[in-house]
């Protein structure tokens, strides 16, 4: 019976068979949403400050 362990919420599971685990390796959908937002929040916090020239100069 295969058995793998969830990254997100570390429960061991185990199935039939694994067409029973879609969101493989996570038990369910909402821990691969978790880890998904774990990299997402690793990627996506650089937020770049405009660029002084890149504002308009007709004063
Ligand atoms: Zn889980």
């Known amino acids: ?3 793998f362990d969830c990254p ?3 429960k061991i599971l185990t199935v039939a068979k694994r ?3 879609p969101f493989r390796p996570f038990c369910c959908e909402r821990c691969k949403q978790v880890d998904l937002g774990k990299w997402l929040d690793g990627t996506y916090c650089i937020s770049e400050p405009i660029a002084p020239d890149e504002l308009p100069e007709d004063v």
């Open 1 to 3: 019976m295969p058995t």
């Open 8 to 10: 997100t919420c570390e």
């Open 19 to 21: 067409e029973d685990a």
